[in-house]
């Protein structure tokens, strides 16, 4: 069965420092896996699209890659306004276009 | 920029009654869907659309959902006798086609749907 699991749950920053969120992920082929952002009550905000393994794409403090078994999501510098949830998502091949959805870091940084 | 907008914001319905969710999508994307959250869940696939018909559905997609676009412009979600387990924040998504395999999907603000 396909499967995404993110860690950890929470994480809490400080201003500046820097850190990785995780994705791991179980697929029968992956055709992408996707970060999106999410602010409460608010609805997934499109981030990145990842492809294949060892590609890489950045964002401002956001960077994310991509391995075989797993995606990390580094925040370099974080800046309060990065507090949200973030979500990692894959579209399996064989299948259509659904997203499966990973239950997501919640993300805090401190000034 | 162009974006997905969902109306209502919040909706209330008693048991049994039937509900009618409102999405437009980016208006030149040809590919539509329902996702739903439970509170504090994962983001859940409900249903697929292209071309006038579902491409694909999951198991939580029952006799009592159903989908249309009724014009160029609207994607509805309709639940034909509301459940209390219906209670979700129920999102709109669309997309392109952005490469052979893959279509990156953009999201509504949410319908909030509480059923009392």
């Known amino acids: 069965e396909d499967q995404v699991t993110q860690s950890p749950e929470a994480l809490r920053l400080q201003e500046g420092e820097s850190s990785s969120l995780n994705c791991s992920y179980t697929?029968?082929?992956?055709?992408?896996l996707f970060w999106y952002r999410q602010d409460p009550g608010k609805g997934p905000e499109f981030l990145f699209t990842l492809y294949s393994a060892g590609e890489e794409k950045e964002k401002e403090r956001l960077k994310a890659t991509l391995t075989k078994k797993e995606s990390f999501l580094h925040i370099t510098a974080p800046k309060p306004e990065d507090s949200a949830t973030y979500l990692c998502a894959v579209q399996a091949a064989g299948g259509y276009n659904k997203l499966i959805f990973g239950a997501g870091t919640r993300l805090a940084v401190h000034p | 920029e162009p974006e997905v907008t969902q109306t209502p914001s919040h909706q209330v319905t008693q048991m049994g009654q039937e509900v009618i969710l409102r999405c437009v999508p980016i208006s030149n994307h040809l590919y539509f869907y329902w996702y739903r959250q439970i509170l504090g869940q994962k983001v859940e696939f409900l249903v697929s659309f292209y071309n006038n018909e579902i491409s694909e559905k999951s198991e939580i997609f029952d006799d009592q959902f159903s989908v249309e676009r009724p014009d160029g412009s609207n994607f509805t979600l309709k639940i034909r006798s509301t459940k209390l387990e219906d209670s979700a924040m129920y999102f709109c998504?669309?997309?392109?086609?952005?490469?052979?395999?893959?279509?990156?999907?953009?999201f509504g603000p949410g319908t909030r749907l509480t059923v009392t």
């Open positions: 697929v029968s082929g992956l055709r992408g």
């Open positions: 998504a669309s997309s392109d086609r952005t490469s052979a395999y893959t279509y990156e999907q953009y």
